[in-house]
């Protein structure tokens, strides 16, 4: 591609007397992981979106899974390598914008905030099913008022979110862990029908489900498990980020499969039958193995997983409005709201402009959501993958920096795969996206484009540089 950056090392002129402040470095290895984790939440992924596959893929949705999440490795290692070659606040875009030129760097900007913006009330829509058992309420509002809690809480210190996201994920881990054991201990059938590629049909019946169905449904697979992209996110305020970006996000992607894998694997073995299976109701199941008591804990756990998972969501898209400001995407007056810090060192002004949008997209229909998200996801992997593949041109070549193993074939690789994925997602689902993207594309050629010395100038903070 051309147009591309200047080296990080020089690309950034001298801060400006108004320049924006910079967000403080407070959070080790355990405090980013505790983040990074959350924002996977993987029992909230488990009883929100996992559900959804069951409907369409059957006893092949622990085989669906299980294959995104090994293309995820591949995807972990670039932003391993990435995230600490450029670690900043911008994440992708940032990574992208350095590597593969400002143009490119635009682009996945924009299906990065698609996915922020859309995952979080997503999952937040998931609130009103598990709390259920004890109140009754609207899913759509039900997922507003946790967004909503949820931007009031990103308002708060970042060190003091640690602590509290962390607590929730521990009883979201417990949650999983239940519907483990309970699904193992009351299996039904045995480990090969984890190949059978079934499917209950309208009539009840069982229905083959085709590779096309496996693969469609990896975007969605790899949208389950792609909250540990976050790592780099944070990496303007993860202490030593050329040490723990990496670790971060490794670890977050192992830890978060098996929470979300075995569960699966045995849900799919101890669902009494295979219509129990398609209908997805794990609440139903779970209730149904033990009794109410542990049914209702189980969905309360989950309602908390999902306020966490909203709480990390949230600090981390402000993130990304944040660099995206700090990096002149917008006109000045926009640049300057967005940029703004508050007394907690939080931005913000850009947490309430993701949140309460988030509030609102819980009133769209949510498989339109899924689909979008999916299209997103996968783009953007193919972008950062594409980058990956530049990351060891000219200076960067010799830049200190955590380097995968097997390149370039890792990102060569992952590049064909994840186009072939794209191809086989729905045309209306690609629309949406594609049209957006167009629409962004034309934003970049009429305003971005034209002022190369002004706009979009993408930077690294003065520590990372040195």
């Given at each position: 591609?051309?147009?591309t950056?200047?080296p990080a090392?020089?690309?950034?002129?001298?801060?400006?007397p108004?320049?924006?402040q910079k967000?403080?470095?407070?959070i080790?290895?355990?405090?980013?992981?505790?983040?990074?984790?959350?924002?996977?939440?993987?029992?909230?992924?488990?009883?929100?979106?996992?559900?959804?596959?069951f409907?369409s893929l059957?006893t092949?949705t622990?085989?669906?899974?299980?294959?995104g999440s090994?293309?995820?490795?591949?995807v972990?290692?670039?932003?391993?390598?990435?995230?600490t070659?450029?670690p900043?606040?911008g994440?992708?875009?940032?990574?992208?914008?350095t590597?593969?030129g400002?143009?490119a760097?635009?682009?996945?900007?924009?299906?990065?905030?698609?996915v922020?913006m859309?995952v979080p009330p997503v999952?937040?829509?998931?609130?009103?099913?598990?709390?259920e058992?004890?109140l009754h309420?609207d899913?759509s509002a039900?997922?507003?008022?946790?967004m909503?809690?949820?931007t009031?809480?990103g308002l708060?210190d970042?060190?003091?979110n640690?602590w509290?996201t962390g607590v929730?994920?521990v009883?979201?881990v417990?949650a999983?862990?239940v519907v483990?054991v309970?699904g193992?201990a009351h299996?039904e059938r045995g480990?090969?029908?984890?190949a059978?590629?079934?499917v209950?049909g309208?009539?009840?019946?069982?229905?083959?489900v085709?590779?096309?169905?496996?693969v469609?449904g990896?975007?969605?697979?790899?949208f389950i498990?792609q909250?540990?992209s976050t790592a780099?996110?944070?990496s303007e305020?993860l202490?030593?980020?050329?040490?723990t970006?990496?670790?971060?996000?490794l670890?977050?992607l192992?830890i978060?499969t098996v929470i979300?894998l075995?569960?699966?694997?045995?849900?799919?073995l101890?669902?009494?039958?295979?219509?129990?299976?398609?209908g997805?109701?794990?609440?139903?199941?779970?209730?149904?193995?033990?009794?109410?008591?542990?049914g209702t804990?189980?969905s309360?756990?989950?309602?908390?997983?999902i306020?966490?998972a909203?709480i990390?969501?949230?600090?981390?898209n402000?993130r990304?409005l944040?660099?995206?400001?700090?990096?002149?995407a917008w006109?000045?007056?926009v640049?300057a709201?967005?940029?703004?810090?508050?007394?907690?060192g939080?931005p913000?002004v850009?947490t309430?402009?993701v949140?309460v949008p988030g509030a609102?997209?819980c009133?769209?229909?949510?498989d339109?959501?899924y689909g979008?998200?999916?299209?997103?996801?996968?783009g953007?992997?193919?972008?950062?993958a594409?980058a990956?593949l530049?990351?060891?041109?000219?200076?960067h070549?010799?830049t200190?920096?955590?380097?995968m193993p097997l390149?370039?074939?890792?990102?060569?690789?992952?590049?064909?795969?994840?186009?072939?994925?794209?191809t086989q997602q729905?045309p209306?689902?690609?629309?949406?996206?594609?049209?957006?993207?167009?629409?962004?594309?034309l934003?970049?050629a009429l305003?971005?484009?034209p002022?190369p010395?002004t706009?979009?100038l993408v930077?690294?903070?003065?520590d990372a540089?040195?």
């Amino acid at each position: 591609m051309t147009d591309t950056l200047r080296p990080a090392e020089t690309a950034v002129p001298d801060a400006a007397p108004d320049s924006p402040q910079k967000l403080k470095r407070s959070i080790g290895v355990v405090g980013g992981t505790l983040l990074t984790l959350s924002c996977v939440t993987p029992a909230s992924t488990l009883f929100v979106v996992v559900p959804d596959l069951f409907g369409s893929l059957g006893t092949a949705t622990a085989l669906t899974i299980a294959i995104g999440s090994l293309l995820c490795v591949a995807v972990a290692f670039c932003y391993s390598e990435l995230g600490t070659l450029i670690p900043s606040a911008g994440g992708e875009y940032a990574m992208v914008s350095t590597l593969a030129g400002r143009l490119a760097g635009w682009l996945v900007f924009v299906l990065s905030l698609l996915v922020v913006m859309i995952v979080p009330p997503v999952i937040a829509m998931g609130t009103a099913d598990y709390l259920e058992p004890v109140l009754h309420l609207d899913a759509s509002a039900a997922g507003a008022a946790v967004m909503l809690l949820a931007t009031l809480a990103g308002l708060l210190d970042l060190r003091a979110n640690a602590w509290i996201t962390g607590v929730f994920l521990v009883l979201e881990v417990i949650a999983a862990a239940v519907v483990a054991v309970l699904g193992f201990a009351h299996a039904e059938r045995g480990p090969g029908s984890l190949a059978a590629m079934e499917v209950a049909g309208a009539d009840g019946r069982p229905d083959t489900v085709t590779a096309l169905l496996v693969v469609s449904g990896l975007a969605v697979a790899l949208f389950i498990t792609q909250g540990f992209s976050t790592a780099v996110y944070l990496s303007e305020e993860l202490e030593n980020p050329r040490r723990t970006v990496a670790r971060t996000v490794l670890a977050t992607l192992a830890i978060s499969t098996v929470i979300i894998l075995v569960p699966v694997v045995a849900i799919t073995l101890g669902a009494p039958d295979l219509a129990a299976l398609t209908g997805g109701d794990i609440g139903s199941m779970v209730t149904a193995w033990s009794h109410t008591a542990v049914g209702t804990f189980v969905s309360l756990c989950v309602a908390l997983a999902i306020i966490n998972a909203g709480i990390v969501m949230v600090i981390q898209n402000s993130r990304v409005l944040f660099a995206s400001a700090r990096d002149r995407a917008w006109p000045e007056p926009v640049n300057a709201l967005f940029s703004r810090l508050g007394r907690f060192g939080s931005p913000w002004v850009a947490t309430l402009a993701v949140g309460v949008p988030g509030a609102a997209l819980c009133y769209v229909d949510l498989d339109t959501l899924y689909g979008v998200t999916g299209v997103s996801v996968t783009g953007m992997y193919l972008l950062v993958a594409v980058a990956a593949l530049l990351s060891r041109r000219g200076t960067h070549r010799h830049t200190r920096a955590w380097r995968m193993p097997l390149w370039p074939a890792v990102p060569a690789l992952l590049i064909v795969v994840l186009a072939y994925i794209l191809t086989q997602q729905e045309p209306v689902h690609l629309l949406w996206t594609g049209g957006i993207t167009a629409a962004a594309t034309l934003y970049w050629a009429l305003y971005l484009r034209p002022r190369p010395h002004t706009r979009w100038l993408v930077t690294l903070p003065e520590d990372a540089r040195a």
